[in-house]
């Protein structure tokens, strides 16, 4: 996650480098010509919404949940998964941010198929309550074998009671 956000802040300063280098360009073009007086001052408006609208917005872009997200939590396959591997336990680090989608590894019993290993997408919130080993209950599609765990914290913390044979 941490790649992640630092690949975003270096394409949000090579776009900031981008628009400075062709406000700068765009001056020097002018720089003696005879325009009227509004053109500055478009251009200063345009520099200051083209430079401080993506920086506002940024951190506001891994908020919003993909269509299929929220799709896949109402309409998936129910299942039971067994965290494998966590990195985004309190303990390891603290964040007080948005709520962002993470990846946590898993290990997907569906019952009517073969069991397999995926990387299942839930809030931050959500993971850091999620220890390796724990069982919990997810939503899936058979076909893409996307995982998610569904909204809420009932499916962190209802234990997940299976079934004795016999």
């Given at each position: 996650?941490?790649?992640?956000?630092?690949?975003?802040?270096?394409?949000?300063?090579?776009y900031e480098a981008a628009v400075?280098?062709?406000?700068?360009?765009?001056?020097?073009?002018?720089?003696?010509?005879?325009?009227?007086?509004?053109?500055?001052?478009?251009?200063?408006?345009?520099?200051?919404?083209?430079?401080?609208?993506?920086?506002?917005?940024?951190?506001?872009?891994g908020a919003r949940a993909p269509?299929?997200?929220?799709?896949?939590?109402?309409?998936?396959?129910?299942?039971?998964?067994?965290?494998?591997?966590?990195?985004?336990?309190?303990?390891?680090?603290?964040?007080?941010?948005?709520?962002?989608?993470?990846?946590?590894?898993?290990?997907?019993?569906?019952?009517?198929?073969?069991?397999?290993?995926?990387?299942?997408?839930?809030?931050?919130?959500?993971?850091?309550?999620?220890?390796?080993?724990?069982?919990?209950?997810?939503?899936?599609?058979?076909?893409?074998?996307?995982?998610?765990?569904?909204?809420?914290?009932?499916?962190?913390?209802?234990?997940?009671?299976?079934?004795?044979?016999?």
């Amino acid at each position: 996650m941490v790649k992640k956000m630092l690949g975003g802040v270096a394409l949000l300063l090579i776009y900031e480098a981008a628009v400075m280098g062709a406000f700068l360009w765009l001056v020097r073009e002018t720089n003696g010509k005879d325009l009227p007086g509004w053109v500055g001052i478009g251009m200063l408006v345009a520099l200051a919404v083209l430079m401080g609208g993506p920086p506002v917005a940024f951190p506001f872009l891994g908020a919003r949940a993909p269509r299929w997200f929220t799709a896949l939590q109402a309409n998936g396959s129910p299942a039971t998964a067994e965290v494998l591997a966590n990195d985004f336990l309190p303990g390891n680090w603290s964040y007080d941010g948005l709520d962002l989608l993470v990846d946590v590894r898993v290990r997907v019993d569906p019952g009517s198929e073969a069991a397999f290993e995926a990387r299942m997408k839930c809030r931050l919130s959500q993971a850091k309550r999620l220890k390796p080993g724990k069982r919990v209950n997810v939503k899936y599609d058979p076909r893409t074998r996307r995982v998610v765990l569904p909204a809420g914290t009932e499916a962190v913390y209802k234990p997940v009671r299976r079934q004795k044979l016999g």
